[in-house]
C-alpha cells in the first residue's frame, strides 16, 4: 500500500531530480516563462503544516483523499488516506526509523498495522528521508517535499484556481525511481489574497503532475492478479492534486501517534512503562460491552504485608459466591486463607485462596502466592508498546498497547491497552495532597478476532497510592470471642506528647513490635486503641486472634512455619513485656533519623484479663495495622488488570 501511495500521490511531490536516466521530452509543454516572477516560496519560517488533498488519477479514474500532518520539529509526519472505501493511515516516525501502516477495510473490522523499516527518501513518499549519522534520519523540509529548490523551475504568470488568483511555477524533470519523465506545475495563492489564516505568504492550492512512468499493473481491490506477473510497463499519468486548508500548523498533535485500539508489531520501547507503589485502594468500573453489563469493584492491595481486600456485587450466584448480595473478601497471603463476608448478614466464611483468583498465582497443583506487580497487570507475559498520549475524561494520558494469544482462550487474539496519567498531570492521590504521579485511568481488552465478541472496558477511579486505611483488612467478625484475647501493655509517658500528636504512627510500630514478638500474621492484631492514666502513662490496647480456622494453601519456600496458637502468642508478648524486653521505636516526629523515639513496656501493667466483646471491636483492627507490619517501603505491585481477571474468572 505505502508503493501505491509513492506512485499515485508523489509524482509531483517527491525528491525527483534524480537524473541518472534520460527525460522524455515528449512529456514536456511548459508555458511560456515570465519575466521578472516571484521566487518560488520555500516555506522556511514553516516546521508545521497541515493540508487535506483531493488526489485525482485521471489516467486510471480514480481519486484518493489525503490528509496530511507535517511536523518538522518532532520528525514525524503522518497521512491518513481514504481509497475505495478503505481507510489507510501511514505515521512516519524518525525517532525510530519506521512507518506505521494502519489499514482498516471496513466500519467493523478491527485496524491492522503493519511496521516497516525506513530505507530511502523514495520509498518514504512525501515526507522523504535525510540521511543522519549511523541509522538516524530526518524528514524532508516542506521545500524539499514540495520539490521546490530544483533547478529548471519556470514562472508562469498568475492565472485562476478554484476562484482563486494563483502564481504557476512549471518543471519539467525525471525520476529515476520510476523512470518517470514528468511535467509538473505548481499553484500558490498570492501572497496579498485574504486567507482564512492570516497568513502573508503563499498558500499551496493545487499541483499537477503529467508524463510517462515504469511501474506495475494497475490493480483495483479484489481483482485478479496473477502472482507471476512481474513485468513493469510504461505507461501515461495524469495526476492533479487539489490542496484545501492548508495551514501553518497542526491543531491536533495527536494525529503523529499510533491510534487508540491499534497494535502495531516490533515498535521499539519508545517509553517505559509507569512505575505503580506497592500498596493502593481504586474503584473500578466495569463495562462488558459485547452484552451490555457493567458492575463495580472497590479493591485494596498492600503487596508488602502481602494482604488483599476486594468487595464487589456478584452479578449472579455461582459456586464462587454466597448469593448476590455484597460480598466482602479478605485474602491473607501470609496464610493463603480467604474471609468471605455476606456484606448484608455478616456472616464470615473461610476458605483456601482458589488458584484461579486474580490476584493469586498457581505455583503446582496444590499451592498458590500472591502475584506482583507486574503479574497483576500482565506485565509479565508480553511486552508493551506505547502509542503515544491521548485524552480521557478531559486527562492527558499515556498510552501502552499489546497483543496477546493465550487470554482469556488459548489461540484468541486479544489486544490490552493501558491508559495512565500523562506527564505533567498532578493528582491528589495520597493524603499528603495534590503531587505529580502516574494513575492508572483506563483498560481495554478487545478481542481482535470477529468470531470471538469479546470487548470489556475498566474505569478506574479513586486511585490512592497511600496505605489503605487500615480497617479495610478487619476480620474480626470472622472469629467467635472465645477465639479472641484482649491484651493492655503500659508504656512511660516520657514522650507522652510525640505520641498522641501521631498516634497513626505509633500504632505502626506497636503493631510491628506485636508481630514480631508472639510470631503472628498481622491480621490477627486487631483493635488497638491508645489511652492513658492519672500519672500520663501510655496504655495500648489491642486483641490477639487466634490462627486461621483452616489449613491455607499458600506455597512457601523451604516450607511454611506453623502458625502460632493464641494461648502462645499471649505467652510470648506475656514474657517479653514481663521480663522489659517489649521494646519499640518510633520515628522521631521531628524528622532526626538518628534520634528515634524508644519506649519499653512497663512489666507491672500487663493484662490479658480484658473483656472481649462479641461484636467487632471499635478503633484500629487487626486490618487497621495490618498493612504496616512489613515495614515502610518495599517494591511492590500494579494492580489494573486484577479487576479484570476478577470478573472474567469468577463469572
Known amino acids: 500500500m505505502i508503493a501505491l501511495l509513492t506512485i499515485t500521490l508523489l509524482l509531483a511531490t517527491a525528491e525527483v531530480n534524480s537524473q541518472t536516466g534520460t527525460l522524455d521530452q515528449s512529456v514536456c509543454r511548459l508555458p511560456a516563462e515570465v519575466p521578472n516572477g516571484p521566487a518560488v516560496p520555500q516555506f522556511d519560517n514553516i516546521d508545521h503544516f497541515e493540508a487535506y488533498i483531493e488526489c485525482n488519477m485521471k489516467d486510471i479514474g480514480e481519486t484518493i483523499e489525503v490528509k496530511e500532518y507535517y511536523d518538522s520539529k518532532e520528525n514525524r509526519g503522518t497521512l491518513d488516506t481514504i481509497q475505495y472505501g478503505q481507510g489507510i493511515y501511514l505515521i512516519y516516525d524518525y525517532s525510530v526509523m519506521q512507518i506505521y501502516e494502519i489499514v482498516q477495510r471496513t466500519a467493523n473490522e478491527n485496524p491492522v498495522c503493519r511496521t516497516q523499516a525506513m530505507q530511502s527518501a523514495a520509498q518514504n513518499g512525501v515526507f522523504g528521508l535525510n540521511p543522519g549519522t549511523g541509522t538516524s534520519g530526518h524528514i524532508f523540509s516542506v521545500a524539499q517535499m514540495f520539490n521546490l529548490g530544483t533547478t529548471g523551475m519556470r514562472y508562469a504568470g498568475v492565472e485562476t484556481v478554484r476562484g482563486m488568483p494563483v502564481h504557476r511555477f512549471s518543471l519539467c524533470t525525471y525520476w529515476d525511481q520510476w523512470q518517470a519523465s514528468i511535467q509538473a506545475d505548481y499553484y500558490f495563492s498570492l501572497p496579498d489574497y485574504p486567507n482564512p489564516y492570516a497568513w502573508t505568504n503563499m498558500i499551496p492550492v493545487r499541483i499537477t503532475a503529467t508524463g510517462k512512468a515504469t511501474g506495475p499493473p494497475h490493480h483495483r ?42 497494535f502495531c508489531p516490533n515498535r521499539p520501547p519508545v517509553k517505559p512503562l509507569p512505575d505503580i507503589p506497592s500498596k493502593f485502594s481504586y474503584r473500578s468500573e466495569i463495562l462488558v460491552k459485547y452484552n451490555f453489563v457493567v458492575s463495580y469493584i472497590d479493591e485494596y492491595y498492600d503487596y ?33 486463607v480467604e474471609y468471605l463476608t455476606d456484606a448484608l448478614s455478616g456472616n464470615c466464611t473461610a476458605r483456601p485462596i482458589r488458584n484461579n483468583s486474580f490476584d493469586a498465582e498457581a505455583v503446582d497443583p496444590y499451592t498458590i502466592r500472591m502475584r506482583d506487580r ?53 493528582a491528589t492521590t495520597t493524603n499528603r495532597g495534590v503531587q505529580a504521579a502516574k494513575v492508572p485511568l483506563h483498560l481495554e481488552v478487545r478481542s481482535m478476532d470477529p468470531t470471538f465478541p469479546y470487548y470489556t472496558i475498566y474505569n478506574t477511579y479513586n486511585f490512592d497510592n497511600s496505605q489503605p486505611k487500615f480497617e479495610f483488612f478487619d476480620i474480626n467478625h470472622c472469629f467467635p470471642a472465645e477465639n479472641r484475647k484482649r491484651l493492655q501493655v503500659a508504656f512511660p509517658g516520657t514522650y507522652f506528647t510525640e505520641v498522641f500528636s501521631n498516634q497513626t504512627l505509633f500504632m505502626e510500630e506497636f503493631l510491628l513490635a506485636v508481630v514480631t514478638t508472639a510470631r503472628v500474621s498481622p491480621l490477627r492484631v486487631n483493635g488497638i486503641q491508645l489511652d492513658y492514666d492519672s500519672s500520663r502513662r501510655i496504655l495500648v490496647e489491642f486483641t490477639l486472634l487466634e490462627k486461621a480456622p483452616i ?12 502458625e502460632t496458637p493464641l494461648q502462645t502468642a499471649i505467652t510470648s508478648v506475656r514474657s517479653a513485656v514481663n521480663n522489659n524486653q517489649f521494646t519499640l521505636q518510633m520515628p522521631n516526629p521531628t524528622g532526626d533519623n538518628d534520634r528515634p523515639l524508644t519506649f519499653t513496656a512497663y512489666p507491672d501493667r500487663y493484662r490479658d484479663d480484658l473483656t472481649v466483646p462479641g461484636q467487632p471491636q471499635q478503633g484500629y483492627s487487626s486490618g487497621d495495622m495490618a498493612g504496616l507490619a512489613m515495614g515502610a517501603i518495599i517494591l511492590g505491585l500494579l494492580i489494573g488488570g486484577g479487576v479484570g481477571f476478577f470478573v472474567f474468572r469468577n463469572m
Open 221 to 262: 481491490p479484489g481483482d485478479p492478479v496473477n502472482p507471476s506477473e512481474v513485468t513493469w510497463t510504461e505507461h501515461p499519468f495524469d495526476h492533479t492534486y487539489e490542496i484545501f486548508f492548508f495551514k501553518p500548523y497542526v491543531n491536533d498533535r495527536t494525529v503523529f501517534d499510533i491510534p487508540a485500539g491499534v
Open 304 to 336: 508488602a504485608s502481602k494482604l488483599v481486600r476486594y468487595d464487589y456485587k456478584p452479578l449472579a450466584a455461582s459456586s464462587n459466591s454466597f448469593g448476590t448480595d455484597n460480598e466482602i473478601i479478605v485474602h491473607d497471603f501470609n496464610t493463603g
Open 374 to 426: 507486574f503479574e497483576f497487570f500482565e506485565f509479565d507475559k508480553v511486552s508493551y508498546s506505547y502509542s503515544g498520549v491521548k485524552t480521557l475524561r478531559g486527562i492527558p494520558c499515556d498510552v501502552w498497547i499489546t497483543e496477546r494469544v493465550d487470554w482469556p482462550f488459548a489461540g484468541k487474539v486479544t489486544a490490552w491497552e493501558w491508559w495512565f496519567s500523562a506527564d505533567g498531570v498532578a
Open 551 to 562: 489449613t491455607g494453601n499458600v506455597y512457601c519456600d523451604g516450607g511454611c512455619r506453623a
